[in-house]
């Protein structure tokens, strides 16, 4: 008899995606629903939460910044806070901001794991300047 893998953690998929047996939307489970969860929680822009204004690091007000090694590190440093602060089921390994001048843009590597979860993750973001 196969052993089911116990799901630590769920989420709705924001695509709205429908499932292919039942209609229903799509569910994510466990890294694919932290990655999604931290998405969110990086992409926040001032004013999506209404009573927590601190939840908003201004990532896409960094985006008009002079691309240098300077908000690089700003960039890491508010990524890494942002994370500690709104996403305790994740243990930040590493965080590597590399900026990509042809392309108007930062790429986003953040290593980590998750609480429950054995393997280390890693996600990749790519912020650009879109008006």
Same mark, same amino acid.
């Given at each position: 008899?196969? =052993?089911?893998?116990?799901?630590?953690?769920?989420?709705? $998929?924001?695509?709205?995606?429908?499932?292919?047996?039942? &209609?229903?939307? &799509?569910? %994510? *489970? $466990? @890294?694919?629903?932290? +990655?999604?969860?931290? *998405?969110?929680? #990086?992409? /926040?822009?001032?004013?999506? /939460?209404?009573?927590?204004? @601190?939840?908003?690091?201004?990532?896409?007000?960094? #985006?008009? +910044?002079?691309?240098?090694?300077?908000?690089?590190? =700003? %960039?890491?440093?508010?990524? +890494?806070?942002?994370?500690?602060?709104?996403?305790?089921?994740?243990?930040?390994?590493?965080?590597?901001?590399?900026?990509?001048?042809? +392309?108007?843009?930062?790429?986003?590597?953040? !290593?980590?794991?998750?609480?429950?979860?054995?393997? @280390?993750? @890693?996600? !990749? #973001?790519? %912020?650009?300047?879109?008006?």
């Amino acid at each position: 008899m196969g =052993q089911t893998q116990e799901k630590f953690y769920s989420d709705i $998929d924001l695509t709205f995606n429908t499932h292919p047996m039942n &209609s229903d939307i &799509s569910v %994510l *489970y $466990d @890294e694919n629903s932290v +990655e999604q969860n931290m *998405y969110n929680v #990086l992409m /926040a822009n001032n004013g999506d /939460a209404k009573f927590h204004p @601190e939840r908003c690091i201004g990532i896409r007000d960094m #985006l008009f +910044e002079p691309i240098n090694l300077i908000t690089e590190n =700003q %960039l890491q440093i508010k990524i +890494e806070h942002i994370l500690e602060m709104w996403m305790p089921r994740v243990n930040v390994i590493n965080i590597d901001v590399h900026s990509n001048e042809n +392309e108007d843009g930062y790429k986003i590597f953040i !290593t980590y794991t998750t609480i429950n979860i054995i393997d @280390e993750q @890693e996600t !990749t #973001l790519f %912020l650009d300047r879109i008006r």
